[in-house]
């Protein structure tokens, strides 16, 4: 089965939005926005991406997605997107969003099945990827670290993951960033 994959950035002390669940932080740093080849080719692995409700909402803002659904693939392109949430959200017209309420192991067989046999990508936020850590439905972590700090924010996995559940098994340079990947293991019990 392909693996479930936390991918995302963070701040050197550990925060991936702050307060208001802001990434502008992020596109401050060169090279913030995303793209590099290595990047390219793990979206290229995609079958369906996995978001909570602050991540959605941010998106949507941040590039005004309702009035402007041509941009969606940019982000995304045609895989089906879960935004779990417990509200009612706007959609992005023409776009494969489906809105999931509950345990994310109540939703893991439609996730599983709207990926096929490519990878399920958990786009964010901490908490949603901690989830799935609970549920024993993480594979891995691949956190790039950026040259900034916040004061305060969202953490990056707000849970208690040891050097018994975390593997580091790969370690690279891209541009400002130092891109970390950590394989996770079932959680004892």
Same mark, same amino acid.
């Given at each position: 089965?392909?693996?479930?994959? *936390?991918? /995302? ?5 550990g925060?991936?939005?702050d &307060?208001? &669940?802001?990434?502008?932080w992020?596109?401050?740093?060169? !090279? ?6 290595? *990047?390219q080719?793990? $979206?290229?692995?995609i079958?369906v ?5 602050? /991540?959605y909402? +941010? ?5 005004? $997605?309702?009035a402007?659904? =041509?941009? +969606?693939?940019a ?6 997107? *879960? ?5 009612e ?5 023409g776009?494969?969003?489906? *809105?999931?309420?509950? =345990?994310?192991r109540?939703? +893991?067989?439609?996730?599983? =099945?709207?990926? !096929?046999?490519?990878?399920?990508w ?7 990827? !901690?989830?799935?850590?609970?549920a024993? $439905?993480?594979?891995?972590i ?7 700090? $916040? ?19 790969r370690?690279?340079?891209? !541009? ?9 293991? =079932?959680?004892?019990?």
């Amino acid at each position: 089965m392909p693996p479930t994959i *936390f991918y /995302t950035a963070t701040t050197l002390n550990g925060f991936l939005a702050d &307060d208001d &669940d802001s990434l502008d932080w992020l596109f401050a740093v060169p !090279g913030g926005e995303g793209g590099d080849s290595d *990047f390219q080719d793990f $979206l290229a692995g995609i079958g369906v991406l996995v978001q909570g409700s602050s /991540t959605y909402e +941010w998106v949507l803002r941040h590039e005004d $997605l309702v009035a402007h659904p =041509e941009k +969606w693939p940019a982000y995304y392109g045609a895989r089906p997107t *879960f935004v779990f949430t417990r509200r009612e959200l706007p959609t992005v017209p023409g776009a494969d969003i489906r *809105f999931v309420q509950g =345990e994310v192991r109540d939703a +893991w067989g439609r996730i599983r =099945e709207a990926a !096929g046999d490519r990878d399920v990508w958990i786009v964010g936020g901490g908490d949603l990827a !901690g989830q799935f850590a609970d549920a024993g $439905l993480l594979d891995e972590i691949v956190v790039s670290v950026a040259p900034a700090t $916040l004061t305060s924010g969202k953490p990056l996995l707000p849970r208690d993951l040891g050097a018994d559940t975390l593997t580091l098994t790969r370690v690279r340079q891209a !541009g400002a960033f130092a891109e970390l990947t950590y394989a996770v293991a =079932e959680r004892p019990s």
